[in-house]
């Protein structure tokens, strides 16, 4: 695409994950002790406390925080996901609840309507790849978005895959690390719940690119824990972008169907373009 460069990506990738309240249970503390488990273990039994789903959907809540001295900027979404199918997430003006824009991903292709100018953008995924030289998918951000363990460029962790893991366990956290084909890193960190508190995605480790953290977990519709709350942070060159997100009412496979058409009156845009509309709001 002619005037795109790595930056702009990553912005981008940073305002389709800002566009992607029940019993609470709160984080609980790190000081009670894992209870042992070999490696296999733990990744089932990491795997088992996962939020089982086919549909997902939520409204929510968010605020964006560009950089260490500017003032955050908050709105309202709603989420839902097909499982392996298509994420979408509705971002809509408060109060009025009017979409302003709307962000379908599947793993071939992200397509983002811009409500206000009637304007489009359409690129698949492996234009991303390509360009930030990460091999995060779909299923990557379909497994963030749930607090779900997985490996980069795999649609599903299978028992073959645990040995590709490095695994390391103090007295009170354990961590799941993966490397991906471009010598990305992808680090799981988990308490004695056995879940995913804080999955990190690097290259060098004394800068994390990504930082996804999940706190207050409550109850969903069918009863199982979801993190009720999730702060990412990525960095881009010169920049923090921080996002806290805040979940209402998680259903679980409630039947819901997806549109992804695109008007005939929309005019085909760039990046750029999306990138200052999502700033802008």
């Known amino acids: 695409m002619k005037n795109s460069n790595k930056y702009s990506y990553l912005l981008f990738l940073a305002g389709i994950i800002i566009l992607f309240n029940g019993c609470r249970t709160g984080r609980q503390t790190t000081s009670i002790a894992l209870v042992k488990m070999n490696k296999e273990e733990r990744i089932e039994s990491i795997k088992s406390l996962a939020t089982p789903f086919n549909t997902l959907s939520s409204s929510m809540r968010f605020s964006l925080k560009a950089g260490m001295d500017k003032s955050n900027t908050s709105a309202n979404a709603q989420l839902r996901i097909i499982k392996d199918q298509i994420i979408q997430l509705s971002l809509r003006i408060p109060i009025l609840s009017i979409e302003v824009a709307r962000i379908s991903v599947t793993p071939e292709q992200i397509i983002i309507l811009d409500r206000n100018n009637s304007r489009y953008v359409s690129?698949?995924?492996?234009?991303?790849?390509?360009?930030?030289?990460?091999?995060?998918?779909?299923?990557?951000l379909q497994a963030l978005f749930t607090n779900q363990l997985f490996i980069a460029g795999k649609s599903s962790i299978s028992p073959e895959d645990y040995k590709t893991f490095n695994w390391s366990e103090g007295e009170y956290l354990v961590k799941l690390n993966n490397t991906d084909r471009q010598g990305i890193n992808y680090d799981f960190i988990s308490d004695f719940t056995n879940r995913i508190m804080r999955a990190e995605m690097y290259r060098d480790k004394k800068e994390a690119n990504l930082s996804w953290s999940y706190d207050d977990f409550g109850l969903a519709s069918n009863k199982r824990l979801f993190p009720m709350k999730m702060m990412v942070e990525l960095t881009v060159p010169e920049d923090l972008i921080t996002l806290n997100l805040t979940f209402n009412n998680v259903d679980i496979d409630t039947d819901f169907r997806i549109d992804t058409s695109i008007p005939n009156n929309y005019q085909r845009t760039d990046v750029e373009q999306i990138i200052k509309l999502i700033q802008s709001l």
């Not at 690129?123 to 990557?140: A, G, K, N």
């Open 123 to 140: 690129e698949s995924m492996q234009t991303f790849r390509e360009i930030t030289s990460f091999d995060f998918d779909f299923y990557s």
